[in-house]
């Protein structure tokens, strides 16, 4: 269990200071596939140099196992890394790259080689094993670094964007492989993503980072239905922001119509901006009746799965509705300048906190 | 509509290829002319020279002649005209060998250590550090060899130092011994040894150096296992540029070293001054050349081979 309590790092000083993180608590549980999501430069990376002990926290301190690492040397910690420019050898061969670790932790020969087979085979770079790595392509480079992490069986595993240079159907099938090993050998993956697709089918947990702090930690579930802050539920998935009015448990949208809601804590009655995520959103076309949202369609994006409709409230607001294709289409969606009935599924309306 | 050409396999590949090859070559050609005249044609001389006989005042007489090599390594005796082992010959071979090596060793236990503290310095601080490693370069050799003799001579800084506080009663020897020549190419050479370990340290990688504490290698281990094998270009680049000269080196031997102790530069001078044997002069200049060549070939052997193995 690694538990990291108000860790704060600050580059730099006077002027030049910047916060990368900033008092950051976060406890991952045992075995826990962990991911960290968000934008590019919100400190997803400088979180896993902490926890590695390349960098010290400014403040704070990071616990293993109940036990104070904060001082541990990298060496020193049972943590391994997948870097995210992979920083393998260049002067060692691919098996030589992944038996570093264990001849580094003293193992003898023969249990260094059958580990090494075992996960050369793991990464599918049998044939490869006497490359340089500089002769090997990036997508290899990065199973490589994988191969290489794992080896020492570490009691965590830190993987900075790990298959973010595979081809699609490598990178599913190297993600269906971590989420197995994972299972299997017990380790903690922290795992570092900005693909929103891939945190919500691996991950136990998310969080959801950006400027240096955890907005919101939860199950990909609960991240993508009921995000807690506008920048979550914008960065995961597609997103409607409403505006609405909150009232005993009920919202009323500007647009129409009135939904049983969740009210998160700290949200008082009045305005607030609400999120309907497209897929929940059903449109037919022809005038609104009773409980349903009238709207003008103004343009129509046909993306092979599904449909997207972009449409106008009479409040002016813009919503956009995903519509999943029947086989041959059924003919009864709305085209581009029609007028269109809107249905909000139960349940679908999710008050924000900003 | 424009015809479409077709072209043979490879043919624009090796259009692309051959202009590439006549522009590199008009780069070079002000290179390659400085090198025949200045380097080339000099050694062309040498080597006729090594085949002549000595003049009586110096010089050579044109009489094709095998003792210029003969005598590198055995001498008529005066008296009864016997042939003897150049002892001398070979035991300054075999000083300067030695002194060579030592400096080449000392200037990488101090220049190592310093290229590194420079490379990892912040950026704009790194140019300093680099200037200050430069400056030795602006005084001319000669001064600085006898700025050191100021130094260490019986009556000179140290001595009268070590002295004043009583740690010695009596100065200690130290010009005109081996000690004072290493120390001297020591510092003359360091310069040579830090800029090329610079430059490779610079390029080194430090996120490779964090991978391999992160896969549990010590300090000493790192280095060893992945710093080392990566600097390794710089520190063979320094190696020669410090040995190759430190072998030939004259004027510190001469100033620091006296007229005793003699090395390879210094016996070569001699031949061409007091000496009065130019061709012998020659021939050890070539020989020591050859030596130098051979060493330089056998380790381009041994370090491909190793790149091979992998
Ligand atoms: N050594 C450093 N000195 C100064 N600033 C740094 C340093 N390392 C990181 N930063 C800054 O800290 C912020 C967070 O960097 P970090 O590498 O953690 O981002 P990230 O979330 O991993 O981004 P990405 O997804 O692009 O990899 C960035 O704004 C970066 O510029
Ligand atoms: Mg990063």
């Known amino acids: 269990m690694i538990e990291i309590e108000s860790a704060t790092k600050v580059f730099g000083t006077g002027e030049a200071a910047f916060r990368a993180l900033n008092a950051v608590n976060v406890t991952i549980a045992e075995n826990e596939f962990f991911t960290l999501l968000g934008p590019s430069g919100c400190g997803k990376t400088t979180l896993l140099r902490l926890i590695a002990g390349f960098e010290p926290p400014t403040m704070g301190a990071i616990k293993l196992a109940g036990d104070d690492i904060t001082r541990l040397r990298p060496a020193e910690r049972p943590v391994n890394t997948v870097f995210q420019n992979y920083a393998l050898f260049p002067h060692m061969s691919v098996a030589g790259n992944i038996a570093f670790g264990l001849e580094m932790l003293g193992k003898p020969k023969d249990e260094v080689d059958s580990t090494v087979a075992e996960m050369l085979r793991l990464v599918k770079m049998e044939e490869l094993k006497d490359r340089r790595t500089s002769e090997i392509s990036g997508g290899q480079q990065q199973r490589v670094a994988l191969a290489r992490a794992l080896a020492p069986h570490p009691k965590v595993l830190l993987l900075d964007e790990p298959l973010s240079a595979l081809d699609l159907k490598l990178r599913k099938e190297m993600q269906i492989e971590l989420k197995r090993l994972q299972h299997e050998t017990g380790i903690t993956f922290v795992f570092v993503t900005h693909d929103q697709e891939e945190a919500l089918t691996m991950s136990d947990r998310i969080a959801v980072m950006n400027g240096g702090e955890i907005l919101q930690i939860g199950n990909p579930k609960e991240i993508y239905e009921r995000p807690s802050a506008r920048f979550v539920a914008n960065f995961i998935g597609e997103s409607n922001f409403l505006d609405a009015t909150l009232k005993g448990g009920q919202v009323t949208l500007a647009a129409g119509g009135t939904f049983d809601v969740s009210v998160p804590d700290g949200v008082a009655d009045g305005a607030v901006s609400v999120l309907l995520r497209p897929e929940h959103v059903a449109a037919r076309a022809g005038a609104a009746q009773d409980g349903e949202i009238a709207a003008t369609v103004d343009t129509v994006v046909y993306s092979g799965e599904a449909t997207t409709l972009h449409l106008s409230l009479p409040t002016g607001e813009k919503v956009k509705a995903k519509i999943g294709n029947a086989p041959l289409g059924d003919g009864s969606l709305p085209k581009e300048g029609d007028s269109a009935a809107l249905t909000v599924a139960t349940g679908a309306i999710t008050v924000l906190r900003d | ?310």
Request: net charge neutral; glycine share 8%; aromatic share 12%.
């Open chain 2, 1 to 310: 509509m424009a015809e479409t050409q077709t072209y043979q396999p490879g043919e624009l590949e090796a259009e692309a290829r051959a202009a590439d090859n006549r522009s590199r070559w008009l780069l070079s050609l002000p290179a390659v002319v400085i090198i025949t005249c200045a380097a080339a044609g000099p050694l062309l001389v040498m080597v006729l020279y090594s085949f002549l006989t000595p003049g009586d005042y110096g010089n050579v007489k044109w009489q094709f002649s095998l003792d210029g090599w003969t005598n590198i390594f055995v001498q008529r005796d005066i008296f009864d005209d016997t042939l003897i082992w150049a002892d001398a010959h070979l035991s300054i071979f075999w000083r300067s060998l030695s002194l060579s090596l030592i400096t080449t060793i000392l200037t990488l236990l101090f220049g190592v250590p310093t290229a590194w503290f420079i490379a990892t310095q912040p950026a704009n601080r790194r140019q300093f550090w680099l200037f200050l490693v430069t400056v030795p370069f602006w005084t001319n050799l000669l001064v600085r060899t006898i700025a050191i003799q100021e130094l260490i001579r019986s009556e000179g800084v140290i001595n009268l130092a070590l002295m004043k506080v009583g740690l010695i009663d009596e100065p200690i020897q130290m010009m005109f011994t081996d000690f004072a020549i290493g120390f001297g190419m020591t510092y003359v050479y360091l310069p040579l040894m830090v800029l090329p370990v610079y430059a490779s340290v610079d390029k080194l990688d430090f996120r490779l150096v964090e991978a391999a504490h992160d896969l549990y290698a010590g300090r000493w281990t790192a280095f060893r296992r992945v710093i080392l094998p990566l600097i390794k270009p710089g520190i063979i680049a320094g190696s020669i540029l410090v040995f190759i000269p430190s072998l030939g080196a004259y004027v510190t031997p001469r100033v620091l070293g006296g007229g005793k102790n003699l090395m390879f530069g210094n016996l070569i001078e001699l031949q061409f001054g007091a000496g009065r044997n130019w061709p012998l002069g020659a021939a050890l200049s070539l020989m020591l050349m050859l030596a130098v060549m051979v060493a330089l070939i056998w380790y381009v052997r041994v370090t491909s081979r190793e790149q091979a193995d992998g």
